[in-house]
């Protein structure tokens, strides 16, 4: 089974991060993987709203998290059997199903017990006289299992307690043995000995059987009619319908109907801890309907996914859940912080200005050309992430990139990153102080310090200053949602290529920053650009109380 690959960036996604997801699909469907899907661990910002707008390309799929569901691994098309089939037909999907379990469904589909092999077993081994001749069953499942056809009465689907007797004898000896029993409880199996057939319905028997497809009188036919007996003619023989007789107990009679159950939608983590005290689980349909069996090999079933990790590689910058699946590739330009793999992976990282140039390189190494739309987007990835080449994380390598999408764009590269930064040179534009911390905001850790950095792009200062109390607010809710020492906003005016840093927390380690402060906790940083160059490397060593 070929895995659906879903290609991702990380958390609160920036351009960088959603062209080089949309563009590596698209280059992985130009090389024959059909199976794949670009996909965005989180809201688009205001600049990659735009820019997808502004190309014409559709925003990736959102995925809120990829924790592996129990629909992921249960098998949809799952044998069961109807509460009001007789029992025969449970066994005979137990036997061609080579199942131990056997959910037991009404009408309308929905669980209403489970028959576990093993009651079927333990009944089999009840041998008493007195047990073998009762049977909990209806006319109508009688019938079923014994093939028969009604000559008087009809297939009533209540179910009774019935006593089983055999007419292989004289009159007088049979009709003795019937003593003490309730006449209306008793069904009697005879093939065609007109006595014992005219004595069971003088007795006002309940069910008369006349085996292996014997003619019945017709004056017995309309006596059984008269005294209300109902009346089978089956094509088994005497043995065969004793056998069968005892199987027409109605499924749901011998269900359990105390049982474990668990949604598709739910946690594979949950039915692994169902499974810890059942060797069974009954999946259900988000309508209620039976959804499958879940047993503890269900859990070792291949997940149907797989990701592929683009513009980073660590998990907790990761979309929720993926460190439970599969991570088959990584693409990225940052520091190291991958978990470790089971298999050995591609895992292609440079120390460019952007994933996009990877990407791009891609391309050429597979002798494919973008078209003009996704050259457009790699190209704006690329110029977001490097501050239109001015970042001191771009290379020679992004040049060059630069350079030859923009051809095949027919962009020119200055103006259409002019257009890129003025999109989103506006705090307004993020919908409130909430959404300009959280919008690209990335955690990380120095021993044992955890922190985070928040970064948007503006055209000079104004706005920042004007929001600066709510935006600290915001800073330090979201410090304490994430549990962090410290928590940072860079706001990178590109015109003077410079940010102010406000920090929330961390006040033991100011004296280390070693940066102007004109105000308590917001550093002007000239020149600095980059939170992946210049920034988070500073703040490591800062907490690290260098």
């Not at 017990?113 to 069953?137: D, F, H, M, Q, Y």
């Not at 089978?232 to 159950?261: C, K, M, N, W, Y």
């Not at 200055?414 to 930064?421: H, L, M, N, S």
């Not at 970064?455 to 600066?468: A, C, H, I, L, P």
Request: hydrophobic share 40%; charged share 20%.
């Amino acid at each position: 089974m070929k895995k659906h690959l879903y290609i991702t960036g990380h958390k609160n996604p920036d351009t960088d991060s959603v062209a080089s997801a949309i563009a590596y699909a698209e280059l992985k469907r130009a090389l024959g993987r059909q199976q794949v899907t670009a996909a965005m661990a989180g809201a688009l910002n205001p600049q990659t709203t735009w820019l997808l707008g502004r190309l014409g390309v559709e925003a990736p799929l959102y995925l809120a998290d990829v924790h592996p569901k129990v629909r992921d691994v249960v098998n949809r098309n799952p044998v069961s059997v109807q509460a009001s089939a007789p029992l025969l037909t449970a066994l005979e999907l137990f036997h061609h199903n080579s199942v131990r379990s056997l959910p037991v469904v009404n009408e309308e589909g929905s669980p209403v017990g489970v028959i576990p092999l093993i009651k079927i077993a333990e009944r089999s081994l009840a041998t008493g006289p007195l047990s073998l001749r009762v049977l909990n069953a209806s006319l109508a499942t009688l019938a079923a299992c014994l093939e028969g056809e009604f000559l008087a009465g009809g297939p009533e689907p209540g179910l009774e307690t019935l006593h089983l007797f055999v007419g292989a004898m004289a009159e007088n000896s049979f009709t003795s043995r019937l003593a003490g029993y309730d006449p209306r409880s008793l069904v009697v199996v005879t093939g065609d000995r007109r006595s014992i057939q005219i004595a069971a319905i003088e007795r006002g028997v309940r069910l008369l059987v006349v085996t292996g497809g014997l003619s019945v009188d017709d004056d017995v036919v309309r006596l059984a009619a008269e005294k209300g007996v109902a009346l089978i003619s089956t094509p088994l023989d005497t043995a065969a319908t004793v056998s069968r007789a005892r199987l027409s107990t109605p499924a749901g009679e011998l269900a359990d109907h105390v049982f474990e159950t668990v949604g598709v939608g739910e946690r594979l983590g949950r039915l692994r801890e169902k499974l810890m005290h059942a060797s069974a689980v009954i999946a259900i349909e988000d309508d209620g309907t039976l959804a499958g069996v879940a047993t503890k090999s269900s859990l070792l079933a291949p997940l149907p996914y797989a990701l592929i990790l683009v513009d980073h590689n660590e998990l907790s910058q990761s979309v929720p859940g993926a460190e439970e699946l599969e991570i088959v590739e990584v693409v990225d330009h940052h520091k190291l912080g991958n978990a470790p793999s089971s298999t050995p992976i591609p895992f292609l990282t440079a120390p460019v200005g952007s994933t996009c140039t990877i990407v791009a390189s891609l391309y050429a190494e597979h002798g494919v050309t973008p078209s003009s739309t996704i050259a457009g987007l790699l190209l704006a990835g690329i110029l977001s992430d490097t501050v239109i080449l001015k970042s001191p994380t771009t290379t020679e390598r992004d040049r060059n990139a630069v350079k030859r999408l923009s051809e095949l764009a027919g962009l020119d590269y200055e103006a259409f990153g002019a257009e890129i930064f003025a999109a989103s040179g506006a705090l307004s534009g993020y919908g409130g102080p909430e959404g300009v911390v959280g919008s690209d905001f990335k955690l990380f850790s120095q021993g044992e310090h955890r922190f985070g950095v928040g970064q948007v792009e503006v055209f000079g200062f104004d706005e920042f200053n004007s929001m600066k109390a709510e935006l600290r607010s915001a800073l330090a809710s979201l410090r304490e949602k994430e549990s962090l020492d410290l928590a940072g906003l860079m706001v990178t005016d590109i015109s003077t290529e410079s940010t102010m840093f406000l920090m929330e927390g961390g006040q033991r380690f100011a004296r280390f920053m070693g940066y102007p402060e004109p105000e308590p906790q917001i550093y002007e940083m000239k020149g600095v650009m980059s939170r992946k160059k210049q920034l988070v490397p500073h703040m490591i060593k800062v907490l690290g109380g260098r």
